[in-house]
């Protein structure tokens, strides 16, 4: 079945730093990927829809110069948080859906998430 | 506005006993879909079944089966025969538009716990 791979599974790293979070679906294309963010025991929390070719659509409330999207080809989007702070330390997980087919009937597959910690 | 409602924070079942996770929706869209995924404590998102808004049948994946009652507007998740890998937080999501760049919103999930 379709797959979605996201690198790195876990990052630790010192405040000021920006991480790079990859996206990637393996055996389908996606002009489409999404990026969500879960606190522990709580909710995905849709960030941003990422479009290939074209600018990301943030969701209300979220930085988009803190959190740059970036899809530059049919099977790769990376989530880049910048200058990261404790505050930003999350789940973030990636998602995709085979845009083979119709619309609502496709299941969207999802990354492995990548559990970033920010000292 | 579109949502997502589950109010059971956390349930208990016995090992092989059948168990409902409720969860409905509010949408004035007409054509929609409704999933439900199982995310264990490794973090991955498991996709489990679906129901389209226009389906005549309620959906049935194995051991899972989807309680759809459209007046109500609510899609409750049935497990049949509780295992103890079922153990896992449970998200109901909705899906509005049939274009391919419909948003996926999740529900504030359900820790199930399956006791032996």
């Known amino acids: 079945g379709a797959v979605v791979s996201q690198h790195p599974s876990r990052v630790i790293c010192k405040s000021g730093t920006s991480v790079k979070i990859e996206c990637r679906s393996l055996?389908?294309?996606?002009?489409?990927m999404f990026w969500y963010r879960q606190f522990p025991k709580k909710s995905l929390m849709l960030m941003a829809t990422?479009?290939?070719?074209?600018?990301?659509?943030?969701e209300q409330g979220v930085e988009k110069d803190k959190f740059l999207i970036n899809h530059a080809s049919l099977t790769l989007s990376t989530l880049t948080v910048t200058s990261a702070h404790p505050e930003d330390s999350s789940f973030y997980i990636c998602s995709a859906r085979d845009q083979g087919g119709q619309g609502a009937i496709q299941p969207q597959h999802f990354g492995d998430g990548t559990r970033l910690s920010i000292l | 506005a579109q949502k997502i409602t589950q109010t059971q924070p956390g349930m208990f079942v016995q090992e092989k006993e059948a168990v409902t996770l409720d969860c409905t929706y509010d949408t004035s869209d007409p054509s929609y879909g409704l999933f439900w995924y199982k995310q264990p404590s490794s973090g991955e998102m498991i996709f489990l079944i679906y129901?389209?808004?226009?389906?005549?049948q309620n959906a049935t994946e194995g051991r899972y089966s989807l309680n759809f009652q459209k007046a109500r507007k609510s899609a409750n998740l049935v497990i049949s025969a509780s295992q103890l890998g079922d153990s896992a937080m449970y998200f109901c999501?909705?899906?509005?538009?049939?274009?391919?760049?419909?948003?996926?919103?999740f529900g504030q999930g359900t820790e199930l716990s399956v006791k032996p």
């Open positions: 999501a909705m899906r509005l538009s049939l274009g391919r760049g419909g948003k996926l919103i």
């Open positions: 055996d389908f294309q996606a002009t489409t």
């Open positions: 990422s479009n290939e070719g074209s600018k990301a659509t943030y």
């Open positions: 129901q389209g808004s226009y389906d005549q």
